[in-house]
Each structure stands twice: as C-alpha cells, then as structure tokens.
C-alpha cells in the first residue's frame, strides 16, 4: 500500500517559545494512524534537535528539514548539509520547494545534486516541482512539470526514486489561498505518476507516494485526499495553526 503523508511546511515562522507550544499541541492531539500513514514536521533547522525529541515516542511522526546544500562540508559558511540533518536524526528534507527555486535562484541542476547528497545520506527528499501561474494559464503545466523531473530526477536510479517523495506544488496556488481543485489535482497527480511509469516502469510508479501542495486546508483537505493519485499533502500556512493541521491529519487517516 502506498503510503500516506501529511507533511508540514513552517517555513521561517516562529519563535522557539512559538514553535514548542505548537509542537506541544500537536504531540498532545490524539490520532488513529495506521502504518501507512505519516505525518512529517519540517520546522526551520534550529528546532530541529528540539522537535526530533518531542515526536521520538511517536511512532507515526517524523522530522524533516526544510533544504540541505549540494555540498557534504566545507567552507561554505551559513549553509547545512545533508550528513549534519542525518546526524541528529532527520530523515525527510524538503528539495526543490518554490521559495527555495525563486528567492535563491536554485536550478534543476542544483536540486539534482541535493537529491544526491540527501539520498547518499539515507534522507528522504521530499522533492517538489509545480508551475507557475503564466504556465498555468497558457495550458503548458505538463511539459512544465515534466522537465523539473528531467533536470533534477530522472539521473536517478529505480531503487534511489523509491527513497522519494513528489509534492506537486502549483505556484499560483502556494501561499495565495487559491488551491488546486480535486479535478486539477488528481490530473497533474495522474500524469507525474505517468511520467515516472514511462521512466522508471509502472511498478515503481505506483507505489510512490505523490503529495499536493498549494493552500490546502482543513476545508479542503479531505476532497483533495480522496483523489486517487493523491496521497497526502505538503502544508504552508494551515500547518502553523494546530487546530488547522490536526483536522488535515484527520482527514489523511479518514
Ligand atoms: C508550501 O509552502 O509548501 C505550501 C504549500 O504553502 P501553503 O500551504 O501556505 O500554500
């Protein structure tokens, strides 16, 4: 059975007395989660030894880091590798999110050599690719969304995209309130898991766990999840507010 995440993206939000009361809420929720289902918390790298200790009685729970560097060491100062998060027990990173593409000028090429040292590293890569809204509007989200896999996963093995993650994260839709709708969704869903079938064989394909990103909420997560070619969701916004990200969580093991 494929499994199922809901991810949760803080970004560069909150405080440390901000964050451990957030996590505190979360740690407290009671939950029904089965074994293929997940929930991963990927808070800004200073909380991460923090959150890793509060989550370590929860079997379901896990820790991730919002991005790594290409390189494993060095002098590269103010930068984080992919050794240092495996390390202190991190097991998922974020790679590829649209932030990171846009604010940081980060290429195909780049994230193809995160996904390197992050897999080297026995980390999973959360990797995300989606369009923008001007590619969007000129119906050109496949070809799109097609090369982001060709620059940055397709060099990889079968048994290394295995230790993957999509998040297929339309731009227009992160952070603006305006989500994809179910139909959207589980067509662009569809297709990267067809695009990975071409690459990789039906098998593999299908038993990657393919995430929507991009405004989901407790309002929507539910219709958005019960797509077939969804299988959980990377959240923004609603993740910061507990009450919001308990009911996705809800609606993951629904
Ligand atoms: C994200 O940052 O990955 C995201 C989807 O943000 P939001 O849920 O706020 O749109």
Redesign the pocket.
């Known amino acids: 059975m494929r499994k199922k995440i809901a991810a949760a ?1 803080w ?1 560069m939000n909150g405080t440390l007395t901000e964050a451990r009361q957030l996590a505190e809420a979360l740690v407290h929720a009671s939950f029904s989660l089965h074994d293929h289902q997940q929930v991963v918390i990927c808070p800004p790298f200073v909380y991460l030894m923090m959150l890793r200790e509060m989550f370590a009685q929860q079997p379901h729970w896990h820790i991730g880091a919002q991005n790594c560097f290409t390189e494993v060491s060095g002098a590269y100062t103010g930068e984080i590798s992919a050794a240092m998060l495996a390390s202190i027990g991190v097991e998922y990173v974020i790679i590829g ?1 649209s ?1 990171r593409r846009q604010y940081f000028h980060e290429t195909g090429d780049m994230l193809a050599r995160k996904l390197d040292v992050a897999l080297q590293h026995g980390l999973k890569p959360i990797f ?1 690719c989606g369009e923008p809204l001007d590619v969007r509007q000129q119906e050109g989200q496949d070809a799109y969304v097609l090369q982001q896999l060709q620059d940055s996963v397709f060099h990889l093995s079968a048994e290394q995209l295995s230790r993957l993650v999509i ?1 297929y ?1 339309p731009v227009w ?4 309130g305006l989500n994809a709708t179910p139909e959207q969704a589980q067509q662009m869903h569809a297709f990267i898991r067809s695009c990975l079938a071409e690459q990789y064989g039906a098998e593999i394909a299908q038993s990657l766990t393919i995430l929507y ?4 909420k407790a309002a929507n997560a539910a219709e958005l999840f019960a797509c077939p070619d969804v299988d959980g969701g ?6 910061l507010k507990a009450a919001e990200f308990i009911q996705i969580v809800h609606a993951l093991s629904a």
């Open positions: 993206n970004k999110h932030e995300c998040a994260e839709a992160i952070g603006t990103g991009g405004s989901l990377l959240v923004g916004g609603a993740s």
